[in-house]
């Protein structure tokens, strides 16, 4: 089991910055591959980002590539989404997730665990 915890929402104007964590906990953490997954009302979830477990591969959205950028420290058994040039279509609930295995899959059924979501809102 793995459990996830996201922090570091909030609201913030057009063009401002944001960074996301995600604490993860239980059994060999630090081996999951951990994505992160976005879902705005009244839309499905849509994948953002997903990082291997050593670090060295990542995937993105188109939309947010440039712009948002995740990253891990194994250490901490975190990973970060550090957001930057925001616009008001990235709001959303964000979720943290991990899966087994080695690739940074874009597809949210490949993932395990979930965590509950931190909300992040981008005003005009």
């Known amino acids: 089991q793995v459990q996830l915890v996201e922090s570091g929402g909030g609201l913030v104007q057009t063009g401002g910055s944001l960074r996301l964590s995600c604490a993860a906990s239980g059994r060999t953490a630090s081996m999951y591959v951990m994505g992160w997954f976005r879902q705005a009302p009244g839309k499905e979830r849509d994948f953002v980002a997903a990082?291997?477990?050593?670090?060295?591969?990542?995937n993105y959205e188109d939309s947010v590539k440039g712009r948002f950028t995740i990253s891990r420290d194994n250490a901490k058994n975190t990973v970060y989404l550090q957001m930057n040039s925001l616009k008001p279509e990235d709001t959303a609930v964000y979720y943290c997730?991990?899966?087994?295995?080695?690739?940074?899959?874009?597809?949210?059924?490949?993932?395990?665990?979930w965590g509950q979501g931190t909300q992040v809102t981008v005003s005009s």
């Open positions: 990082i291997n477990w050593g670090g060295a591969r990542s």
């Open positions: 997730a991990a899966r087994s295995g080695t690739f940074p899959s874009m597809k949210g059924t490949d993932y395990d665990y």
